[in-house]
């Protein structure tokens, strides 16, 4: 790490950047792809922001804080919603983008 780069900010890189760039990387998630993230934390975040830079579609947040969820969509999520709604799973599964059979 550059001497001016504070050890606070530098050890957010091997856990809120490393682990969800790869995840997404070694999950091989390809353009058109859907990901799912539960939890919009730091992890979650970056998570959502990378699925998006390799072109992942749709990107689903779920979390339980309504400032997480519209921070995600800010980010780049297509959808967020919250995870202890009763009709979570009814709502995701009406969404028009996902495939079913």
Do not use: C, W
């Not at 780069?5 to 969800?20: G, K, N």
């Amino acid at each position: 790490m550059p001497d001016n780069v504070p050890m606070e900010q530098a050890a957010i890189l091997a856990d809120a950047v490393s682990t969800p760039f790869g995840a997404v990387v070694h999950t091989e998630v390809r353009v058109g792809e859907s990901v799912g993230v539960r939890g919009a934390g730091g992890v979650g975040t970056h998570v959502v922001q990378i699925a998006r830079l390799v072109g992942a579609t749709p990107v689903i947040v779920m979390d339980v804080n309504d400032e997480v969820l519209q921070r995600s969509l800010d980010l780049g999520a297509d959808h967020a919603f919250r995870s202890d709604d009763p009709a979570l799973q009814a709502k995701v599964a009406e969404k028009p983008y996902l495939n079913r059979t």
